[in-house]
């Protein structure tokens, strides 16, 4: 069996970030199992929190300063691991589903990775993706619970 995206990126952190803190913050912007794109991801949603600052709270999310931290160390990861730096989605032919195969396991990341299309003013695109990633954590928190989200990281399936 092979090791999980979620132990290669406990790896890479080091032994100060706990497994839980790992989960909590993974669980804070929904990150699919299988991490795809993690570190760019989390780079993005480093820039849209300096410059939508609702995105830098979330009352609703014990911890979530706690989480922001480790987020922030993924982004400043610098690894060569196909899945998480994302290189591999350059081969997924749909550039508007980058998760896929497992597209809508995490609407917030796939926003984080999708970029604006031609034709599409960017800072607009991403301004509305920002409020919809707002909006995500929000809502999505009342039916996939952190509790129901730590077996869904953790699972092969």
């Known amino acids: 069996m092979g090791t999980s995206p979620l132990e290669v990126l406990a790896a890479q952190l080091g032994p100060d970030v706990s497994r839980e803190r790992l989960v909590d913050a993974l669980y804070a912007i929904r990150a699919p199992r299988n991490l795809v794109g993690i570190i760019p991801a989390m780079r993005q949603f480093r820039d849209w929190r300096r410059t939508d600052r609702p995105l830098g709270e979330c ?5 979530y300063a706690e989480s922001l931290a480790v987020l922030d160390r993924i982004a400043d990861l610098k690894v060569t691991d ?45 301004r509305a993706s920002a409020w919809l990633l707002w909006q995500a954590q929000r809502f999505n928190r009342r039916w996939n619970t952190r509790a129901a989200y730590a077996p869904y990281l953790t699972s092969d399936a």
């Open 59 to 63: 009352p609703e999310l014990p911890g």
């Open 82 to 126: 196909e899945h998480l730096s994302g290189r591999v989605t350059a081969r997924y032919e749909n550039v508007w589903t980058p998760l896929r195969p497992l597209t809508g396991d995490s609407v917030i990341c796939e926003l984080l990775l999708v970029r604006a299309g031609q034709g599409v003013d960017a800072r607009y695109f991403e």
